[in-house]
């Protein structure tokens, strides 16, 4: 057990941090610093394409498909870094870190080259279309419908909560292509551009006043058949392959993000005295200890995930980072106070601390809530019984 | 950077998870409970055959010459069944101070029978706010140590005093050692008057009231660590033979959640603990936030779990027959000794620049 660098890694760091410093204080020094996903769109854009030709783009990728060949110390390396110089949160995260690991592991080799350096080199966005208006906890429940007729794949239905779609060029769609099935039997994992008639895209406002994510409506949408991952209904076992990339290293880039707004509120409590309250103080130190703990688990995660074994701590890391986070905004509120609770102008647009406890309220609800990781916590961790369904009796 | 244990590691792991299972039985830690609080034949086959005791003491003074990450894998093993052993007082406290504050001549006198088990030690320190407090001077102890852990089976004491760290032994004359009944009757204090004993300073008083606390958190967080592990396998093996409804009680989700809550702790608690062990052997600038985060949160995981174990199993988990109190007593004391979860944090507070100008 060690925790530490070697030398070699830590010239890897230097090499890192340079490139970074030179870019973010140089031609891309307008979104260092950016933390909203929405912001600047076109800027980033440029950001993800100018991190993909100096190939910093997915280190951990093979060097084949855009990547870097890093190791798994390397990645955490970079990924500190990256937070660090003061990068923006990735455009295309959901690319970088849902779809091409995914393809990664269930493509044909054709998928992986047609795909993967695309996302490399920041030149194709990617969203992911998952849940429904009946198929929210529930997943298995999608009623989105494919068929094919002729080379194609045709798609009817609607997602809902697609984070950046009004970026994206290609979306990923669990969709049901055996008429009649139900639940997790009969699905498809299928890979459709988003830019055509059949797709529309329309943006949802969320409590914080932006919209980051949308609907999206397929109205005989189409795909080649080429684009589907896995088998024909063998979605589910795609999809929720893809659930384990969630806890991957990137988890190290978002704890930067994290430490950058808890230094924020740090600031704002020693600013106005709350620094001084004890209860405020033990608060405090609380978020300290779980980011650091959950920097901690991550490095657990990852040392196992190298050696090929599945810690079933990365179960509990969900849960872990959207409680922390969920609280973190309350803890931001309650050392604010007033000042929190409005802003100059008529734009309902606050500053980065009020809005973190806005926004973090969806923390705990996408991509599993709290309460659903419980449930895979205590069913394939501690291996207890499920829940009996109420509809399949 | 690889965190995960070593193939000995995990050896030195399997090797004590085994014997404790083995040896430190509910039925022989209940019979400890009822005499002096110690088990002694498990003392004896701990610091004899096992030969694990004198993990973190160099080889040439008798140990094995490693570190705090396997004195942790040691300290979880013993904490996952309540261990009725002076471990924690004699290998975790004591023995660090010796090491780290001695002169040659007294580490080698001394930490060799340690290790051994020959001789067992105890820290004596002074909380906040109480009185009287010890003092030192001319060689001779004054005052009072309230709540020393495992005070009445020891043969030696460091005493941490307002003026300098001394040892004396339990014989000297004038030293009146007055046996309390503790609330965990696995882990038995001692109240100690000196009376003016004669004692031998430490050489460097403040390194080894560093070490013997340093090393003191980190095996009570270890300790915590595998006694809240115990309490959810257990709960969760009551969860699912328990039948109520028609139905185990682990599949409602008012229970699963719960344990769910449990190990999303405990992971936590992991790798606070094995971060603050690395820290400590690695000469990080984080070992000195990570010891007391590791404190604090693996305490506060402990009483949680504990409190929940009590809960889930319902009328027969308050029964002084039930295991359950062993360990919901054990975490209530891993929580007040040395400084309760409250302070850590605090200390975390100050450590995190909350002090420092705006």
Redesign the interface.
Known sequence: ?????SPE?EAFRAEAAAWLAAELNGPFADVRGLTSLVASPDRRRDWERRLGEAGWSCVGWPKAYGGRDAT??EQ?IFAEEYARAGAPPRLNHIGIELAGPTILAFGTEEQKARFLPAIARGKEIWCQGYSEPGAGSDLANVRTRAWRESDDWVIEGQKVWTSLAQFSDWIFVIARTEEGSKGPKGLSFLLVPVDQSGVTVRPIHQITGEAEFNETFFDGARTNTANILGAPGDGWTVAMGLLGFERGVSTLAQQMGFRNELDAV??A???NGE??N?LI??R???A???L??MR??A??M???AE?GRLNP?AL?YK??WATWRRDLGELAMDVLGQAGETVAGHDYAFPALPNLFLYSRADTIYGGTN?I???I???R????????RGDLK | ??????DE?VMIAETAKAFFAENATSERTRAAMAETGVDGALWQAFTGDLGLAGVAIPEALGGAGLGM?ELAVLAEAAGRHTAALPLLASLTLAAPAILAGGTDEQKARLLPRLASGELVASFATVNRGETPRATFSDGRLTGAALHVPHGAGADIFVVETDNGVAIIECGAPGLRITPLTSMDQTRPYARLDFGGALAEPLANPRAAVHAALTTGWLAIAADALGGAQAC?DRT?AY??ERVQFG??I????AV??R???M??AI??A???V??A???ID?G?D?AK??VH?AK??ACDTYSDCAGEMIQLHGGIGFTWEHDAHLFFKRARSNASLLGTP?WH??R??AL???????
């Open positions: 057990m060690k925790l530490g660098f890694e798994l110390a955490v740090i600031a409590a020693r600013a620094a001084k004890p103080r033990q405090i130190a609380k300290e200890i779980g650091k703990l901690y688990g490095l657990r990852l040392t196992d050696g701590s509990t849960i872990q309460e990781q419980r449930n916590i205590a069913e961790a501690l291996g207890l019984p499920r829940e009996p | 950077m690889h965190f995960a244990f070593t590691q990450v959810l969760v969860a699912q139905r185990s682990g599949s409602f989700q699963k959640h344990l769910a809550d190990m999303i992971e936590q992991r790798s606070a094995y971060w062990a690395c820290a690695e990080s984080e936030f990570a985060a604090a949160f409250d944090r605090e975390v507070a995190a620049g909350l002090d420092e100008a705006a």
